[in-house]
């Protein structure tokens, strides 16, 4: 016991503290022991900050569909190997991982970015490298780099068919809107965009009203008292449509409940609301809620049947901190992302994004969520289908519409 | 064979209430259809239910709440029947017979045009045949709200077989409103009259509407009824928003309270800038978590109550934390400001990752008890929402233990001569070290409490203390280091300043405000509203 003096507890202290340390220290980008004959995937998705909740997942859903491809023998003879990284949420750290992901590991292309506000940090890095970023999140269109695949929908077939349904008679002949956001670019991008549009479907100005809250916004009683106010003018049926993010979500449900707003009362277009953002509320008074993404859990079909049991099969084999019973929609593109670069790879017969990029004209895969995705030579878009998702008990959503088929992306909005 | 069964039976209750009888299976597969046949299933049943037999209503009855909570099972072929699950197996829905096996099939998806009627329906069957007085209450509560939308013989229907006379003349009163756009002018005096009763912006409305009525510019009596209603309901919302603005602020300010009085006594007392404050709110709502499952799993009963129970809980586990902390780190650090920042931030980083990987990243389920749900209405449009009521309440709780504690008791007295002249304290036999110790452990314990109060009203997950550490410096510097008063006032002030601004130039402008206002002050007033004498270094 006379051993222990302050000093030796210190050093041993330290020893024990730098062992804890390096490994946390070791470079940021993770390398699986791969030999020779791979080519290399990168992964931008942060498993820290605060998007790291909902975007740490993709990291493994890119995994999983590079191992399904690997199963089937590779591409062009060659076996994937994925990077992965954590930008921590951090926007620049973004362009920075990307860089020395494409200069000094040679990466065939990067998945990654949820925020537009990462996607924008990340574009002039792949721009002058030339490289390949695929972007799984929908998002304000208005942009089309021939380095970025739009792998999710622009707001002509996401957000404008949504807010369609809920001004027809079959939805709730919505009159009038009250658009609330976080203070960034996508929110006022959309919003500056339905505008546009309520204005040529001949919607009066006093029929909307908008209002931004900043990122991580939770004191939402003042805005809540308003959106009661505003639903008690004259002027037919109001709708909220929400373009907050992250924790926000929960924080502005969890105060519309407990003032008694009902879905059926004043009903909430969630832009950004996914399975995940329910996490931890109790959903049975949102039910009625709506979002409207390019794919819903509750999706029918074999190829999202697959896709769950795989996913499901694959957190369970790997560990992976995540729900193996949520699948949300940025998971299924990323997912559709691998395949189509695969799919494009194999078709040019080369790794170089030139080629890769020419082949995707023409491309076509069977999304999960039942509609099969497909690429023309026109952009860099990938046409998709629109859900319309309904909340219910179950922290989840079920499906109140949907397309037909797969509208034609528009990059650039008329409306705004 | 099976319908024919129904149609008989139906037969036979409807002859003994002497009303039509129901058509169950049609019924069943209209609301089983798309939206447009399921919503005029919906129509038809909602002008049918003045009409129908006890056993016809129970029917309904079931068949709504079944569709709402998804146990109704529409058969994926025509020829199957529409199923009910029940608790065990499933039963034949027209006919009330339980069936071998649930039929293939699915739960419709309920669009919110029909939900709204779904729920209209299922009010309109419970304000006739719920046992309860208080469900039938609240039935009428719903219908009342869409009463246009309502079959006027309804009501009547309702008032008729309502036992309860309380209940039947408030069903009766409801019913009048309908005769507001009627044409006999005492009778809608009296219906503008009850409507103005209800005091809400939605009331206001319609009242105004009634301006353009031409019966107000040809009745005089007609016009004045109106008048008064219209001022009496625009009084009430005056004051309702008052109220409001008001009890935002405070409630507000309860959460601003709660994050900064722990770092009230750490930095304002001991001078410690202590930036792992926030992970101590985060730990308490941690703790809570934990002794919410702990409850779960050994004593489901007292689930409601771990709000409660978690009290000592949080508070202790956090400051012993703290004066863990402060034993082993903190007080090598006493005169270096800068480093024991540096070494705190460090802390709070420690913590946040510690955390993450104990619990994951994801918010953590915390369960809405009964007495932190929903509101109730006050007057106007103001709503007293339950959660933020126990905020205040807990935030006054607190307040009433720390003045207790810091001015009256024998602890609090050494905490307040150590700060003000530690070496003096030091010389008439005061142990500073514990003093110290005790002291940063009941800051910790404070924010571990703070942890416990936010966590009904914000996401609980690792981030979640980063979000207060800045508006809880911010409280502890404008409210005058080192005073308890400070704080409280500085909270007050903060909240009620930004829940004004808000509404008028919204939330954004509304942080930018308060900062330059507070910066502002500050340079009027270094030293804060109130200034202690301590040692400052």
């Known amino acids: ?416 | 064979m099976l319908r024919i069964a129904a149609v008989l039976i139906g037969l036979i209750f409807a002859t003994a209430a002497g009303a039509a009888p129901l058509e169950r299976d049609p019924t069943l597969r209209g609301l089983c259809g798309n939206a447009a046949a399921s919503g005029e299933a919906a129509d038809r049943l909602l002008s049918a239910t003045p009409t129908l037999s006890p056993d016809d209503l129970a029917f309904a009855d079931a068949a709504i709440g079944g569709l709402l909570s998804k146990k109704l099972v529409c058969p994926a072929a025509p020829t199957d029947p529409v199923a009910l699950k029940a608790d065990t197996g499933a039963v034949d829905l027209a006919t009330g017979a339980p069936l071998a096996a649930l039929p293939k099939g699915k739960a419709p998806v309920v669009s919110l045009k029909n939900r709204a009627k779904f729920e209209r329906l299922a009010a309109a069957l419970a304000l006739l045949a719920a046992p309860n007085a208080a469900a039938r209450a609240a039935a009428l509560e719903v219908l009342a709200k869409s009463a246009a939308d309502v079959p006027a013989d309804l009501f009547a229907a309702a008032a008729g077989r309502e036992p309860d006379p309380a209940l039947a003349a408030r069903i009766s009163s409801v019913a009048d409103l309908a005769s507001l756009y009627g044409t006999d002018i005492d009778k809608r005096v009296a219906a503008v009259a009850r409507l103005a009763e209800g005091e809400n912006r939605r009331v206001l409305t319609e009242i105004e509407a009634l301006r353009a009525d031409p019966a107000y510019a040809s009745e005089p009596a007609f016009a004045a009824a109106v008048d008064a209603a219209a001022a009496k309901v625009s009084g009430a919302i005056a004051i309702g928003n008052a109220a409001a603005t008001l009890y935002n602020g405070l409630s507000f300010a309860s959460i601003l309270f709660m994050a900064s009085i722990g770092l009230a006594i750490i930095f304002g007392l001991m001078g410690v800038i202590n930036l792992a404050q926030g992970e101590f709110i985060m730990i308490g709502a941690y703790v809570t978590y934990v002794v919410q499952e702990g409850l779960r799993a050994l004593l489901p009963g007292l689930l409601d109550w771990y709000l409660v129970i978690a009290i000592p809980f949080a508070f202790l586990v956090t400051a012993l934390i703290g004066i863990a902390l402060e034993a082993s780190l903190i007080r090598h650090l006493y005169r270096r400001p800068l480093m024991s920042l540096l070494a705190t931030w460090a802390v709070s980083l420690f913590l946040i990752n510690l955390v993450r990987v104990g619990f994951g990243t994801q918010n953590l389920q915390m369960e809405t008890p009964f007495y932190i749900t929903g509101g109730i209405a006050i007057v106007g449009d103001f709503i007293m929402t339950w959660n933020r009521l126990f905020a205040i309440g807990f935030a006054a709780l607190t307040l009433a233990g720390t003045w207790f504690l810091i001015r009256r008791s024998g602890i609090g007295l050494d905490i307040r001569a150590v700060t003000q002249n530690r070496d003096m304290a030091g010389c008439i036999g005061i142990p500073t070290r514990r003093v110290d110790m005790l002291a940063f452990g009941f800051g910790s314990g404070l924010a571990g409490l703070a942890g416990l109060a936010l966590s009904p009203i914000y996401n609980v997950n690792p981030q979640m203390g980063t979000n207060f550490i800045i508006d809880s410096f911010m409280v502890v510097v404008l409210g005058g280091v080192g005073s308890i008063a400070g704080t409280v006032i500085a909270a007050l002030g903060i909240g009620q300043i930004n829940v004004l601004i808000e509404p008028i130039w919204g939330a954004v402008a509304a942080k930018v405000i308060v900062l330059a206002l507070i910066i502002a002050f500050l340079q009027w007033r270094p030293e804060g509203f109130f200034t202690v004498a301590g040692r400052r270094k």
């Not at chain 1, 939805?171 to 965009?193: C, E, H």
């Not at chain 1, 992250?246 to 009362?265: C, L, M, Y």
């Not at chain 1, 999304?367 to 309904?390: D, L, Q």
Request: glycine letters at 8%; charged letters at 20%; hydrophobic letters at 45%.
């Open chain 1, 1 to 416: 016991m006379t051993n222990f003096t302050r000093r030796s507890i210190i050093k041993a202290a330290g020893v024990a503290g730098a062992g804890l340390v390096l490994p946390l220290s070791a470079p940021n980008i993770i390398r699986s022991a791969r030999a020779a004959d791979t080519v290399k995937l990168g992964c931008l998705f942060s498993s820290s900050g605060t998007m790291a909740n909902i975007e740490g997942r993709l990291n493994f859903v890119v995994k999983m569909a590079a191992d399904e491809i690997n199963a089937a023998g590779g591409v062009n003879g060659k076996m994937i190997d994925v990077l992965t990284s954590d930008p921590a949420s951090d926007w620049p750290l973004y362009a920075q991982i990307g860089k020395q992901m494409l200069q000094q590991e040679g990466v065939a292309a990067l998945f990654g970015c949820w925020t537009s506000v990462s996607r924008k940090s990340v574009l002039p890095v792949v721009e002058q490298s030339n490289g390949l970023l695929f972007y799984p999140l929908h998002f304000e269109g208005d942009e089309n780099s021939k380095n970025v695949v739009y792998v999710n929908s622009p707001p002509a077939s996401s957000v404008l068919p949504a807010v369609d349904y809920l001004m027809s008679d079959e939805g709730v002949s919505a009159k009038r809107f009250f658009m609330l956001g976080s203070d960034y670019v996508w929110p006022r991008t959309i919003n500056k965009q339905l505008k546009g549009y309520f204005a040529s479907k001949g919607i009066a100005e006093t029929a909307w009203k908008e209002e931004y809250v900043p990122l991580g916004f939770s004191n939402f009683q003042t805005l809540v008292n308003q959106i009661r106010a505003f639903a008690d003018e004259e002027g037919g049926q109001p709708v909220v449509i929400l373009t907050c993010v992250g924790s926000s979500i929960p924080d502005f449900f969890r105060e519309f409940i407990n003032q008694g707003i009902k879905a059926t009362d004043v009903p909430v277009l969630g832009l950004d609301v996914v399975e995940a953002d329910l996490e931890g509320l109790d959903t049975a008074p949102l039910v009625g809620h709506l979002n409207c993404w390019a794919y819903l859990q509750a999706a029918e079909g074999p190829a999202n049947e697959k896709f769950l049991a795989d996913w499901k099969g694959y957190v369970e084999k790997n560990a992976v901190p995540y729900r193996a019973d949520v699948s949300i929609d940025p998971m299924v593109s990323a997912y559709d992302s691998v395949h189509l670069w695969a799919m494009a790879a194999a078709k040019a017969g080369s790794f170089d994004v030139p080629e890769v990029t020419k082949a995707f004209d023409g491309l076509s895969f069977d999304c999960p969520s039942g509609y099969k995705i497909a690429m023309t030579a026109e952009n860099n878009y990938v046409s998709r289908g629109v859900f319309i998702g309904s909340v219910n008990e179950a922290q989840g959503f079920d499906i109140l519409w949907q397309s037909e088929d797969t509208p034609k992306p528009v990059p650039f909005s008329p409306f705004g």
